[in-house]
């Protein structure tokens, strides 16, 4: 959010992004581990860890 400015975007702008690709990941982890054939240990050792990490949602 901060080097918003930097890519010549408002913050709502950036919001806006942030939400939406959080949406698409939220919608499609499921499928997409699927398609990689990821086992169900590593999906959900990942999930909200790598992906999503509560830390990278700080605003």
Do not use: G
């Amino acid at each position: 959010m901060k080097a918003a400015s930097t890519f010549l975007l408002t913050p709502q702008n950036a919001t806006d992004i942030f939400d939406q690709q959080i949406d698409v990941i939220e919608k499609n982890w499921q499928q997409v581990c699927d398609e990689a054939k990821v086992s169900e240990v590593d999906k959900n050792l990942w999930w909200r860890r790598q992906f999503l990490n509560p830390y990278s949602l700080e605003r």
